[in-house]
């Protein structure tokens, strides 16, 4: 059974939001929470700064960048981003292995300058708002689950601590990658909560007993009309 403490160490409360409602609920959720998610929504607007920001409030920050490119871009990229003191950046499974590569090195290279613990490095397989339909019609036409596990074994393999896939995928991930890989899963929503955009999907309990690390949720918690007790809520599931 996990204490509350525990249970919202797995918990990444996705701020995709305007800078003035990110900063309302880390102030109001700073205390509780362990963890925030920063976007692209939020870092393309503010930059740099809400990384430390947030730091400065105690909370730890997955920076989700979804960085792809050449692996000279992407090397650098990361360098910078990892410069930002973000616990956890996401690159693209789709990248190719030396892309990979180049995004590791790039994070051991702001470690080694900032004396800091290295950014982890989390792979994105196929996004949550994707069903099978969504993969075949960007050419993809094996099921969802191959699809993943292949980027899987490819970025693992390559240098990243891990993977960000459906909780649906968390449970093959977890015996495919093995016990200290980071399986970080949005598409996380509490029983009779709206499903919005995304496909595939579970509960937050169903998702840590599959197998994931982290959960990233974002409106069950953020367009609450009580965040605190959304997110309390969610860490009793946890800890039932």
Do not use: N
Not at 101 to 106: C, L, Q, S, W, Y
Not at 209 to 233: C, M, N, Q, W
């Amino acid at each position: 059974m996990l204490s509350y403490e525990e249970a919202s160490d797995k918990v990444i409360i996705a701020l995709d939001c305007s800078r003035e409602r990110a900063f309302e609920l880390a102030d109001m959720l700073g205390e509780k929470a362990t963890w925030v998610k920063v976007g692209m929504t939020l870092f393309y607007a503010e930059g740099p700064a809400i990384v430390e920001a947030m730091h400065e409030r105690g909370l730890k920050v997955f920076l989700d960048l979804k960085v792809h490119d050449i692996p000279f871009q992407v090397q650098g990229a990361v360098r910078a981003a990892s410069m930002t003191g973000a616990d956890i950046l996401s690159i693209h499974g789709l990248g190719t292995a030396a892309m990979i590569e180049a995004a590791r090195k790039g994070a051991e290279e702001a470690a080694e300058k900032t004396g800091r613990e290295r950014t982890r490095l989390v792979a994105i397989s196929v996004l949550t708002s994707m069903d099978q339909d969504a993969l075949e019609s960007i050419g993809v036409t094996c099921p969802i689950k191959e699809e993943v596990s292949r980027l899987a074994k490819l970025s693992y393999g390559a240098g990243a601590d891990g993977i960000v896939c459906s909780p649906q995928e968390a449970a093959e991930m977890r015996e495919l990658l093995g016990p200290d890989a980071w399986i970080v899963t949005p598409g996380v929503r509490p029983a009779g909560a709206e499903v919005g955009d995304q496909k595939r999907i579970a509960t937050p309990a169903a998702a840590i007993e599959a197998g994931a690390s982290k959960l990233v949720i974002g409106r069950p918690i953020t367009a609450a009309d009580d965040p605190v007790a959304a997110f309390d809520a969610i860490c009793a599931e946890l800890m039932a």
